[in-house]
């Protein structure tokens, strides 16, 4: 695997209807990497679109991550629609012009480097392929000359009876021809291919491979910080968030559990090599927890073999010089068979 | 001789059920009496349902009724006298005994554990439970043995592992000793038990207030007394009162109450149900508000979970937000709730109650007041395209 490239903070995530994403697959692992944050990964495969089990870029970060980023100063919202559209409209007629030609011999270079490797792979299956098929035509040819070989002996036997020899003066031509038509074939093969491969690629050939560009990194796509006003900031949950903020800072990956009935599972490590912990729901500080829902809570996190896990930050006291995630206070309940 | 495999233990013999469709027979403890019947061209026939009726009737309530006494503490009327608790738990399932699981049982296991009844006699519930679990315990750790003794010749045999067929045994005979209780303890403790020890029984049955109020409003067999248990308490003030204590804490005398308290709500969705002829029991074990049995819990096994969920779509609680606001849960509080339902197989269902406003129900009787309820059911089921195909 390539190394990513390295990212620099403060990078910026693009909020599409509410939702905050990553295009860049290097901004994707550094955060995942640096800030313990795996995000969603929502957009369809362009190999396998028919599916949506294995999903790819953009990446969705929760509301939390998003949040969090921006206030440890590490990434920055851009709204992705103004920013395109004001970047689209402020660039003038030749930077629009460079950066077409740029985007054309980008295309053409990954293309043709695409169609060389093509090329290379298909003369080395072509070779391998033409080896065997000789081979294979040989060792027929050897056995069927020694099969007639050997009915013609038999027929030798009887000769004299049989007033039909033609067999023998027939039958050797075919293999032997079809032989010799694999060899006389042999040579022309290799010459048609390496006739493509040495054929200059034009446009016109080029059907077979569209590579797709990142546009999104582009400096008229990447507005500065500046830009990004106070309406874009992400707003995560008031209950939810010290929570997040609590387990995050020791070191859990927290990922969304809608469909585990909580709002975070919390993984100890990369959730790609851990099973989560705990399931764990935010709530206020002075906030009723009803009774059925502890007992549920309980059920739900013992069936699966974790525990399920209730937090919440209490106001903030004087003196008390603790953040948020800090002073959080998380609780946790199992269902206990007597 | 310690090496060959353990001889399985016979099954624990299969006790005798109670034949429960004779003992649970009456659904309601309620007497009901049959009319003599109509014969067309007998014309004495309808004299003698006229007779009957008139003059030999007798009603459906019983004689003396049943009493309770409400208990503000645990908030719920305890049912003391045995003919009372014997009639509400054979005859609908109501109420729980306070130490035991659910049918009051706990004098039998007091008897058994002081041995004025037999080992196997009058099974109550929680000791068939306690037993299953036991032996599936026991069936476990055997197979575990087995596995591990079997794994161990195969390595014997194989030459991997060097030692006497006897070192096995020691450890697998440690591990019998430790694990299986030794049972002759128990026996000798029932052996020199007195002849005849009379156990007084400490239990008694408790009602929640829904129960209690079904059977005094809804069917008239129950006389709920005040707590010190030396006046009756009329069906409205009982209505005022449980509806009073719904609320932590409890709310004084004086308090104005709302059409959505919790008792209202309950008791709307507890009679709707018992009225159509569903067993209904607290759920509260499997984070739901009821459970709904077909015939009852000695028969089978819930098959719905019931939430209750008010329904503010009157105009008049437009105005009211914090109300409204109630009205809305997050999704994964469905979805956990649904996840647990889903994994004890019940099907949830969830019954939203349509709030009148106040001034609607003011100054109405109980039933008057009752049908401006509405009830609305929506079932609820997990879906799993790979599992749910047959």
């Known amino acids: 695997m390539p190394l990513a490239e390295p990212v620099q903070e403060p990078f910026p995530i693009y909020a599409v209807n509410g939702t905050y994403l990553l295009f860049d697959v290097n901004v994707v692992s550094h955060v995942r990497k640096k800030h313990h944050m795996c995000g969603v990964l929502s957009g369809t495969l362009p190999q396998v679109p028919q599916q949506n089990v294995f999903l790819g870029l953009p990446l969705q970060l929760m509301v939390e991550e998003a949040a969090l980023l921006v206030e440890k100063g590490a990434a920055y919202v851009v709204d992705d629609v103004t920013a395109h559209k004001k970047g689209l409209k402020e660039m003038m007629e030749e930077d629009k ?13 990954t293309a043709l480097e695409h169609q060389a490797a093509l090329e290379a792979k298909k003369a080395g299956f072509i070779a391998i392929s033409k080896d065997k098929k000789a081979k294979k035509d040989k060792e027929k040819a050897e056995k069927k000359a020694a099969k007639e070989a050997a009915e013609n002996d038999d027929e030798l036997l009887f000769g004299p009876t049989k007033s039909e020899p033609a067999p023998v003066a027939v039958d050797p031509t075919p293999a032997e021809a079809s032989a010799a038509s694999a060899v006389s074939e042999a040579p022309e093969a290799p010459e048609a291919s390496t006739d493509t491969a040495s054929k200059p690629v034009t446009t016109d050939n080029l059907l077979l491979h569209y590579p797709i560009l990142n546009t999104s990194t582009f400096p008229f796509h990447s507005p500065l910080p500046e830009s990004s006003s ?58 009723e927890i009803d009774m059925i829902d502890i007992v549920g809570g309980g059920r739900l996190g ?21 953040g948020e995630e800090d002073r959080t206070r998380v609780f946790c309940v199992e269902w206990g068979g007597f | ?83 009372s608790i014997k009639a509400f738990w054979t005859s609908g399932f109501f ?164 059409p959505d308290d919790v008792f209202l709500m309950n008791y709307v969705v507890y009679h709707h ?84 406003p106040p001034h609607e129900i003011e100054g109405l009787g109980i039933t008057d007041m009752l049908k401006k309820y509405g009830v609305r059911e929506v079932s609820l089921r997990r879906f799993l395209v790979a599992r749910n195909r047959d």
Request: hydrophobic share 35%; net charge positive.
């Open chain 1, 302 to 322: 013992t069936g699966v073999k974790k525990a399920w896990m209730f937090g919440g930050c209490p106001p903030k006291q004087e003196g008390d010089e603790r």
């Open chain 1, 230 to 287: 106070s309406s874009l900031l992400p707003r995560p949950n008031p209950s939810s968030y010290p929570l997040y903020k609590h387990l995050h800072s020791r070191g859990y990956f927290l990922s969304p559990g809608l469909r585990f009935g909580c709002q975070f599972m919390a993984y100890p490590g990369d959730s790609l090599r851990y099973h989560s912990h705990f399931i764990a729901n935010g709530l206020g500080w002075d906030e």
């Open chain 2, 1 to 83: 001789m310690s090496s060959e495999p353990p001889t399985a233990k016979p099954p624990l013999p299969r006790t005798k059920r109670p034949n429960y469709a004779l003992l649970h027979a009456n659904l309601l403890p309620l007497t009901i009496q049959a009319l003599p019947p109509l014969i067309p061209h007998n014309p004495l026939s309808i004299l003698q349902i006229l007779y009957t009726y008139f003059f030999c009737r007798v009603p459906c309530q019983p004689e003396p009724l049943y009493t309770g006494v409400f208990n503000p503490t645990t908030r719920s009327v305890h049912v003391t006298d045995t003919r």
């Open chain 2, 273 to 356: 149900f018992r009225s159509l002829g569903w067993v209904v029991r607290p759920g509260m074990k499997f984070s739901v508000d009821y459970l709904l049995y077909n015939r009852g819990p000695v028969f089978s096994h819930a098959e719905f979970g019931i939430l209750i969920l008010p329904a503010y779509s009157n105009p008049y609680w437009a105005a009211d937000p914090e109300r409204k606001k109630r009205e809305s849960r997050p999704w994964h509080w469905l979805h956990s709730v649904n996840r647990v339902s889903a994994q004890v197989k019940k099907t949830l269902i969830m019954v939203y109650v349509e709030v009148p």
């Open chain 1, 97 to 109: 012009k460079r950066y077409m030609d740029q985007r054309n011999e980008e295309i053409m270079k």
């Open chain 2, 95 to 258: 109420g729980k005994g306070s130490l035991s699981r659910s049918e009051p049982t706990w004098i039998s296991r007091r008897r058994r554990a002081l041995g004025v009844i037999g080992k196997d006699e009058a099974l109550t519930a929680e000791e068939v439970t306690e037993r299953r679990r036991k032996e599936r315990k026991e069936f476990k750790l055997e197979r575990a043995r087995a596995e591990k003794e079997k794994i161990q010749n195969q390595l014997a045999q194989e030459g991997k592992v060097q030692f006497e067929t006897g070192a096995v045994a020691p450890s697998s005979e440690n591990k019998s000793v430790t694990f299986a209780p030794p049972e002759t303890p128990a026996e000798e403790k029932d052996q020199p038990a007195p002849q005849v020890v009379e156990v007084e029984d400490l239990e008694h049955l408790q009602l929640t207030l829904e129960e209690a109020f079904f059977l005094s409003y809804g069917l008239g067999a129950l006389q709920i007394m005040n707590a010190e248990g030396n006046k009756p308490i009329e069906v409205p003030d009982a209505l005022s009162l449980f509806r009073k204590f719904s609320y932590f804490p409890h709310l004084e005398d004086d308090a104005i109450l709302q």
